[in-house]
């Protein structure tokens, strides 16, 4: 089955999101371009490593001679909730296009059957939609549960506050 190729020369919105409550909550990317909106079902520790790998990143790019572009077309982009992901990813790639002064992520699909060509979505992003996102996944990973004071696992919801390694 021939699988999508997705290549945004200019991805006019991208960000993170989740559905569901604490404890049970599923992590995406979200972007778009004109009428269409991709969103990804990513991992947790997935996101939390990306906007990790993209903050180290920014932080060794060359300064730009570009005036910084307002924070209001960046600030406006909102996760739609999806009623289905369009795929699950597997692995990212993050590529520096200096001659456009751009970050290209390459997305691929996690697949299960060998036999099967993997989707793969290929977003250029500015540096301020890379900030953008690094703000979200972060506030998003630690809004999360709780961690157990004695081994550092989320407590559950429902437990007030109580982990079985308290025993």
């Given at each position: 089955?021939?699988?999508?190729?997705?290549?945004?020369?200019?991805?006019?919105?991208?960000?993170?999101?989740?559905?569901?409550?604490?404890?049970?909550?599923?992590?995406?990317?979200?972007?778009?371009?004109?009428?269409?909106?991709?969103?990804?079902?990513?991992?947790?520790?997935?996101?939390?490593?990306?906007?990790?790998?993209?903050?180290?990143?920014?932080?060794?790019?060359?300064?730009?001679?570009?005036?910084?572009?307002?924070?209001?077309?960046?600030?406006?982009?909102?996760?739609?909730?999806?009623?289905?992901?369009?795929?699950?990813?597997?692995?990212?790639?993050?590529i520096y296009?200096?001659?456009?002064?751009?970050?290209?992520?390459?997305?691929?699909?996690?697949?299960?059957?060998?036999?099967?060509?993997?989707?793969?979505?290929?977003?250029?992003?500015?540096?301020?939609?890379?900030?953008?996102?690094?703000?979200?996944?972060?506030?998003?990973?630690?809004?999360?549960?709780?961690p157990?004071?004695?081994?550092?696992?989320?407590?559950?919801?429902?437990?007030?506050?109580?982990?079985?390694?308290?025993?």
């Amino acid at each position: 089955m021939e699988r999508p190729e997705i290549n945004w020369e200019h991805t006019e919105s991208f960000t993170a999101g989740t559905m569901g409550p604490q404890g049970r909550r599923v992590f995406f990317l979200q972007a778009s371009f004109g009428n269409q909106v991709l969103s990804l079902k990513v991992e947790k520790q997935q996101m939390a490593g990306l906007a990790g790998f993209l903050t180290s990143m920014l932080n060794d790019l060359p300064p730009t001679d570009e005036p910084e572009l307002s924070n209001s077309t960046v600030a406006e982009t909102k996760f739609i909730e999806p009623e289905e992901p369009d795929w699950v990813i597997g692995n990212f790639e993050v590529i520096y296009k200096q001659s456009e002064d751009q970050l290209i992520l390459i997305a691929e699909e996690l697949i299960r059957d060998e036999a099967s060509e993997p989707a793969q979505a290929r977003l250029s992003l500015s540096r301020l939609q890379v900030e953008h996102f690094i703000q979200t996944a972060q506030e998003l990973i630690s809004s999360g549960r709780p961690p157990c004071p004695y081994c550092g696992s989320p407590l559950e919801p429902d437990a007030a506050g109580w982990c079985p390694c308290s025993n």
